[in-house]
């Protein structure tokens, strides 16, 4: 495999492989860019079918969370972890202490936390080996704890910009809000709605999820099949990545996509196409960044007042985003993108959008 020309190599600056036999850990680190700070990044635990899948992978979320760490204002570059392996089958305390020490070997460049199929206790077993981890906890007043609620405040100041940019409004009382997904995000940001006097919809492929949200926030239970075609002034997509794709685009009437999940055009093209229905889309990226906030601020041993201060930075961000795209008449994905590169020092994207 020639790894040099992968679409989603993009310069790293270094991928290191780790085999450790004693605890079958393998484990690939990729460091996107330290241009900024040590590269921050989760360690997803997945199954990968290839090593090629799992590289592949590391590399894309890697570059991800240089462009995330550059536009969250946080000293700290993009790096990501991925542990080859069934979460639910291979998981030891002895694996994360190897994993640790292949994390210590790096000397700091790079700063682990969880991600999808890692949790708090596994970070505690990588602690006892590096001290390159984050997402640990944090006592009362300190920066760190469940990402989710922050993340949830980011993006309801994020939406709050969307709606003053797109519909002149300067409060959420009476705007319709629909949220896909009611998890760990979801909730806590349809709390935050309902306060400002939002209208909710809510769609959970796990009907206890919508029932709390329905009795607490005053919510409508909507079908997970119709949610994204709901007649709303904001989508909040808060569940699955794609979820703006060839598909759903021509569904939408949304005025606006705003919301907390990862990756959500299935294509940098799918930029155009909202662009062109006349939708706003706050990039995920730039909106969800709360969440990371908190962890760079847990890893310095910072203050929760910090976070809260850093998050408010964000619908500052988002503005200018949406003030340039509509300037330059282009998609704000494509400009958030070049934002990003601009503040890694890196060259504009292969494939500028619009
Ligand atoms: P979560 O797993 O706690 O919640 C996701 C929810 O979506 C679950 O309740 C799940 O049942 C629901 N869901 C799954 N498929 C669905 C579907 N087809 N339709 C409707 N609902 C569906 O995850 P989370 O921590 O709330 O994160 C939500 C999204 O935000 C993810 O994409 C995540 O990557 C992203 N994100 C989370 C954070 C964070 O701090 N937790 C930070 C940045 C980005």
Excluded at 90 to 110: M, N, Q, W
Excluded at 228 to 253: E, T
Aim: hydrophobic content about 45%; charged content about 20%; some cysteine.
């Amino acid at each position: 495999m020639e790894i040099f020309d992968l679409r989603e190599f993009d310069a790293h600056e270094l991928v290191a492989f780790s085999h450790d036999p004693a605890t079958g850990l393998r484990a690939i680190i990729a460091v996107h860019s330290t241009a900024l700070g040590p590269a921050a990044g989760g360690c997803r635990m997945w199954p990968y079918a290839t090593t090629a899948e799992a590289l592949a992978d590391v590399l894309r979320l890697s570059r991800g969370m240089s462009y995330k760490n550059a536009m969250a204002g946080v000293p700290f570059g993009g790096g990501k972890a991925v542990i080859i392996g069934e979460p639910r089958k291979v998981k030891t305390p002895e694996l994360f202490e190897a994993f640790g020490r292949f994390i210590d070997s790096l000397a700091g460049r790079y700063i682990t936390a969880e991600d999808v199929g890692t949790a708090t206790a596994d970070m505690a077993c990588v602690a006892r080996t590096t001290r390159h981890v984050a997402g640990l906890g944090a006592a009362p007043g300190a920066a760190g704890g469940d990402p989710g609620p922050k993340t949830a405040l980011g993006v309801l100041l994020g939406i709050k910009a969307a709606v003053r940019f797109r519909l002149g409004r300067s409060d959420l009382s009476g705007v319709t809000v629909a949220v896909q997904g009611a998890g760990g995000v979801g909730y806590h940001l349809c709390g935050l709605l309902a306060a400002e006097g939002a209208v909710l919809a809510v769609a959970d492929v796990r009907p206890a999820a919508v029932q709390r949200v329905c009795e607490e926030f005053k919510a409508r239970a909507v079908a997970v099949d119709d949610v994204l075609a709901l007649d709303v002034d904001v989508l909040a997509p808060c569940a699955l990545g794609a979820v703006l794709n060839s598909h759903s685009i021509p569904r939408l009437r949304a005025r606006i996509v705003a919301g907390a999940a990862n990756n959500q055009l299935a294509q940098g093209q799918d930029g155009v196409a909202l662009q062109t229905a006349g939708v706003l889309y706050a990039p995920d990226y730039v909106i969800n960044a709360g969440g990371i906030i908190s962890v760079a601020r847990e890893y310095q041993r910072g203050t929760e007042a910090q976070v809260i201060a850093d998050i408010h930075a964000i619908p500052a961000r988002l503005a200018e985003i949406f003030e340039r795209a509509r300037r330059e008449n282009r998609t704000t994905n494509a400009i958030a993108d070049q934002m990003a590169r601009e503040r890694l020092g890196r060259e504009p994207p292969h494939q500028l959008v619009a």
